[in-house]
């Protein structure tokens, strides 16, 4: 967050209301609430889309601060798996009157099938969450050591991040992806965090926790992206590595059986 900027907006909107949406697509730290509750006038509302922390949260990894003019929502399928459902979180009720009756004149079903789904993971979560959220941030940083050994990372020392991302500057960002993806390796370019312009790669592992993989597979994976970013040659043994990596995690962990 750019405080400098932040409080130019506020003395220029103090006499108003206002509301602040937070979403970010690069989190490798969670945003600090409180310093920013502390700036913003006390009638201006902040929403903060968690969709990328959201199992952290709620396994109480990260915690959110109790103000009545905060509150926070965000989908399923990043860190928090499930059906694609989302949800908003208040505890300022009149805020949440205000915006149920909007749902309930824009929301003709509620799916319930999907939403059945989504009970069967909250319960899952609620049982393993914690387990799996201390797992996807411990192999994150794992997995991060290994590619700052010859990569560029961006993030927060000392492991370069605090979350399920990790984000590596990479000049030649199209040259890359297509590199990784001929060896079936898919990612998205993305803005990094280190002011450039430029885009750079943003890698999560979170889904690949959930179907086991061990410190020795990061340890594979790690130099074939190494290879890929440094423009090393590529061979078809390293397409069988990958696919042997996906061959092998098929069997999904931190659910009721």
Not at 29 to 43: A, D, G, M, Y
Not at 77 to 91: D, E, R, S, V, W
Not at 198 to 223: A, V
Not at 226 to 246: D, E, G, H
Request: hydrophobic residues 40%.
């Amino acid at each position: 967050v750019d405080y400098v900027e932040l409080k130019k907006i506020i003395k220029q909107w103090k006499g108003e209301k206002a509301l602040i949406y937070i979403d970010h697509t690069i989190t490798v730290n969670p945003l600090n609430i409180e310093k920013l509750l502390k700036i913003v006038p006390s009638n201006w509302i902040i929403y903060y889309d968690i969709s990328h922390l959201q199992l952290f949260y709620f396994s109480h990894i990260f915690n959110f601060p109790t103000h009545k003019n905060f509150f926070f929502g965000g989908t399923t399928h990043k860190t928090f798996p499930g059906p694609q459902k989302a949800i908003i979180l208040l505890n300022n009720k009149r805020l949440y009157t205000t915006i149920n009756k909007e749902f309930e004149k824009t929301i003709s079903s509620i799916h319930t099938g999907s939403l059945l789904a989504l009970l069967i993971t909250v319960i899952e979560m609620e049982k393993f969450g914690v387990k799996y959220a201390k797992n996807i941030i411990s192999k994150t940083r794992y997995f991060a050591k290994l590619l700052s050994d010859e990569l560029r990372l961006v993030g927060p020392l000392p492991h370069f991040t605090n979350t399920h991302q990790i984000c590596i500057d990479v000049p030649n960002i199209i040259d890359v992806t297509k590199k990784l993806a001929s060896v079936g390796i898919i990612t998205m370019p993305e803005r990094t965090l280190s002011g450039k312009k430029q885009k750079g790669l943003r890698l999560g592992i979170q889904e690949q926790c959930r179907l086991g993989i061990t410190k020795k597979d990061l340890s594979i994976l790690s130099g074939i992206i190494i290879s890929c970013v440094n423009n090393k040659k590529i061979n078809k043994n390293t397409k069988n590595k990958v696919r042997a990596l996906a061959k092998k995690l098929n069997s999904v962990h931190y659910v009721i059986h």
